[in-house]
């Protein structure tokens, strides 16, 4: 059984930053990308940031160079850079693994963002 298990979420003022961190455990393989999404209260998911498993990456529009996804292949495991945080970035924050032989999200971790 594969579970995501997101770490790093929390309270932080304007400005500040967070690193949120996703590791696999269980038998994973194949992984063709990670991704981090958020979900704030009334509005839709959204895609933050996503690498592959080649080490391309997209961002959503809103991140702005703000954001950086990285990966640990080793350790089967995610990390998103979060710096000059905005009220705006309060949300879940979900990780999410493509493999070959599945999707999988993690249980979600909260970041908020407010003086």
């Known amino acids: 059984q594969v579970q995501l298990v997101e770490s790093g979420g929390g309270l932080v003022q304007p400005g500040g930053s967070l690193r949120l961190s996703c590791a696999a455990s269980?038998?994973?393989?194949?992984?063709?990308?990670m991704a981090w999404h958020r979900q704030a209260p009334g509005k839709q998911r959204e895609l933050v940031a996503r690498?592959?498993?080649?080490?391309?990456?997209a961002y959503g529009d809103f991140v702005k160079g703000r954001f950086t996804i990285s990966r640990d292949n080793a350790k089967n495991t995610v990390y998103l850079q979060m710096n000059s945080l905005k009220p705006e970035d309060t949300a879940v924050y979900y990780c999410?693994?493509?493999?070959?032989?599945?999707?999988?999200w993690g249980q979600g971790t909260q970041v908020t963002v407010s003086s």
């Open positions: 999410n693994f493509l493999t070959y032989s599945g999707e999988f």
């Open positions: 269980g038998r994973i393989l194949n992984i063709n990308y």
């Open positions: 690498i592959t498993s080649r080490g391309g990456t």
